[in-house]
């Protein structure tokens, strides 16, 4: 198993040098760059003359080698990320990237993990639920709700609760993981609860889509299972039905579900930020899209990258989960 870690991580750093030359380039094709943003609004709002901005807009962009090739600040970028940890500077929040990153992340992974969470209790409960009562007004209503899940895009479903919220039950201040009375205020249950106030909405869209399919691929899976020979010897051996399906049945048929988690961690990280830019949440979607109208190009490629990362790491967390839940897969790696 060791091994085979070490592997995998040792053949993630090609593809995320790729990913890393792939993404700059990306988000340097549009032409401008911040120092662009900087003569708009000297003139817009400075009411500076264009002569006047176009000055300072130059000098900005020689002081931070905005004026150099891409492929200058490309590697710029990428020698201070490994040589020195340094992300690079954000110019639009006047920070280092790595602060912009160590303050949101966190949160963005968080309410991806809790998302996660409740998205394969679900899912996998209601999957059961509709198998073991095919064809049932049950196994119809979930599966209503399932195709709800993975038809309706969730910037949609977004849309239509900050509607609701604010038009129709008058909350102004969903932008915020608290209300303005907590926020330097410590820990306590009441900070808790009002945060839980706060973030339900972009819990429940974000964890929607992923129980739907959760609860597909468990349902197909586990009728597929229980029409398995040996279950069918279970049963003859006067083994009780809830005994077969939970002891036999289900751990084989969450075995696909068990690799899908390869790519539900970065499933789960773009359905939080397609839903906290609607909300207006401090987490990396605004922060992305925010970087990106203005042309602050180390935090987008930052975050880019983390998210690729994210997805490289999901899928040895879901190889290890299958090569310790099924014996077979161990074998098969020994020899």
Same mark, same amino acid.
Not at 68 to 83: C, D, E, R, S
Not at 90 to 98: A, D, E, K, L, T
């Given at each position: ?11 993630? *750093? ?31 709002? #400075? =009411? ?12 900005? &962009? ?16 990428? @020698? ?5 940890? /340094? ?10 990237? =790595? ?16 998302? %996660? ?5 679900? =899912?996998?409960?209601? #999957?059961?639920? !509709? ?39 008058? $909350? ?10 907590? @926020? ?13 106030? %706060? ?6 869209? !974000?964890?929607? =889509?992923?129980?739907?399919?959760? $609860? ?17 010897? !279970? ?6 039905? #809830?005994?077969?399906? $939970? ?7 969450? %075995?696909?579900? *068990? ?13 939080? +930020? ?5 909300? &207006?949440?401090?987490?990396? @979607? ?6 990106? %109208?203005? #042309? ?12 690729? !990362? ?5 899928? +040895?967390?879901?190889? $290890?989960?299958?090569?310790?839940? /099924? ?9």
């Amino acid at each position: 198993m060791l091994r085979f870690l070490v592997t995998r991580l040792l053949s993630a *750093i090609p593809v995320l040098l790729i990913l890393s030359i792939v993404t700059f380039a990306i988000i340097q094709a549009p032409p401008g760059n911040y120092s662009d943003y900087i003569r708009s609004q000297l003139i817009n709002l #400075g =009411g500076a003359s264009y002569e006047q901005a176009d000055a300072q807009a130059k000098a900005y &962009a020689a002081e931070h080698g905005l004026d150099k090739p891409m492929i200058v600040q490309y590697f710029n970028w990428i @020698g201070a990320m490994v040589t020195k940890g /340094d992300f690079g500077y954000s110019m639009y929040y006047n920070r280092p990237v =790595g602060e912009i990153v160590a303050e949101r992340l966190p949160r963005t992974l968080l309410l991806a993990l809790v998302c %996660h969470i409740f998205a394969s209790v679900l =899912g996998i409960t209601f #999957g059961v639920l !509709a198998a073991t009562r095919q064809y049932s007004w049950v196994d119809t209503l979930l599966s209503g709700v399932a195709f709800l899940g993975m038809t309706v895009p969730r910037f949609l479903m977004a849309l239509i609760m900050v509607y609701l919220l604010v038009f129709q039950f008058n $909350m102004s201040d969903i932008g915020n993981f608290y209300s303005s009375r907590y @926020g330097g205020a410590p820990w306590s249950w009441d900070k808790f609860v009002d945060l839980v106030k %706060h973030v339900w909405p972009v819990v429940a869209i !974000a964890t929607f =889509g992923g129980l739907a399919y959760n $609860m597909r691929v468990m349902r197909g899976n586990l009728l597929d299972t229980l029409n398995a020979q040996y279950i069918e010897t !279970a049963r003859a051996k006067g083994l009780r039905e #809830g005994a077969v399906i $939970m002891r036999h049945a289900v751990p084989n048929a969450l %075995h696909p579900l *068990i690799m899908y988690q390869g790519v539900v961690l970065p499933y789960m990280l773009t359905g939080e +930020i397609e839903v906290a830019i609607i909300f &207006a949440l401090p987490t990396v @979607g605004p922060a992305i899209v925010g970087s990106m %109208h203005v #042309g602050d190009v180390y935090v987008t490629a930052t975050f880019m990258l983390v998210l690729a !990362a994210t997805l490289i790491i999901g899928n +040895i967390i879901a190889d $290890m989960l299958l090569a310790a839940l /099924d014996p077979r897969v161990r074998l098969g790696g020994a020899h």
